[in-house]
């Protein structure tokens, strides 16, 4: 028996689990963001109602364990951030933990569950309000321990000008400390910010997309931009890692149009040649970072 969490900034999600095709959902909590004591409460009342006695516990959040101090950077989450995230848990809950990032947690669910099935190398992307992204090879997660590998989001990586004919793209200002960061242009608030950049005019990225939709000539400057602008850097990872299958998740993937248009630019821009669709949404639509939290409790860090 694993109890498995997803953490993020707004909600606490809990599920009990015995196989990875039987996941049970159990109530929500808010996330208490600066009280680490209530936070564990939180955690303790969510193994209450599930009851029993877990081999272990299980955990996708949001933010980064550095895997040579142990411990995690969570801005979101202000009562956590700078804590041996790990080693406080277990002391806390009596039990083992197994922690990973919410992305690398997408990753491993797609692909022991989702679009990667079958696939040797799967790179997770996430385009949500931001960027990141996770490896999976030979089934296993790359940072099992740890680490800052899939995070695609963050580096010095965007091109200075972008789409046809190009416009020049400001240095954005990343929250990474950076600039030009993928992170800055495509998520959400990077699909606003170069429609403002494009157009003068600020939308929500809920608008551009409509718009897009339905023909608008700015929305569809604005999408083409975007597109030119993420597709090199997904293809650099492509390219590195050797992924076969990339699926994306993120408010982002729910267009399979615009999924289309980045798979058909970044296999343009690969070495490998597919005839097949390489960026593709992912499979796991609901809570895929219960799926992941609870493959990596089942087996470890093995899909």
């Known amino acids: 028996m694993i109890v498995c969490f997803d953490i993020g900034g707004s909600a606490i999600k809990g599920a009990i689990t015995h196989s990875r095709d039987r996941i049970f959902p159990l109530p929500r909590r808010t996330t208490p963001l600066n009280d680490f004591r209530q936070f564990i409460r939180e955690l303790e009342s969510v193994l209450d109602e599930a009851g029993g006695h877990p081999d272990c516990v299980a955990i996708s959040i949001t933010g980064v364990i550095d895997p040579e101090t142990r411990r995690i950077k969570c801005a979101n989450i202000p009562c956590i951030d700078g804590r041996e995230l790990v080693a406080e848990l277990e002391a806390a809950l009596h039990l083992p933990v197994k922690l990973a990032n919410d992305a690398d ?58 789409g046809n004919p190009p416009i020049a793209i400001p240095p954005y200002d990343c929250g990474c400390g950076q600039r030009r960061c993928v992170d800055t242009v495509g998520g959400a608030r990077g699909l606003e910010r170069l429609h403002q950049t494009a157009h003068g005019k600020t939308l929500s990225s809920h608008e551009i997309m409509e718009a897009w939709k339905a023909g608008d000539a700015e929305a569809k400057r604005t999408v083409d931009i975007l597109v030119d602008l993420v597709s090199s850097p997904l293809a650099l990872v492509i390219n590195i890692t050797g992924a076969t299958i990339v699926p994306v998740g993120g408010g982002l993937s729910n267009s399979e149009e615009l999924l289309a248009e980045i798979d058909r630019t ?38």
């Open 105 to 162: 947690c997408f990753a491993l669910a797609e692909a022991g569950a989702g679009a990667g099935r079958g696939h040797r190398i799967v790179f997770g992307a996430i385009l949500g309000t931001g960027v990141g992204g996770g490896l999976v090879i030979d089934g296993r997660l790359i940072n099992a321990d740890g680490g800052f590998a899939g995070e695609w989001g963050h580096g010095p990586a965007i091109a200075a000008e972008a």
């Open 266 to 303: 970044v296999r343009s821009r690969i070495l490998r040649q597919f005839d097949r669709p390489l960026v593709v949404r992912g499979e796991c639509r609901i809570e895929p970072g219960l799926i992941g939290a609870a493959l990596l409790g089942l087996s470890g860090d093995k899909a």
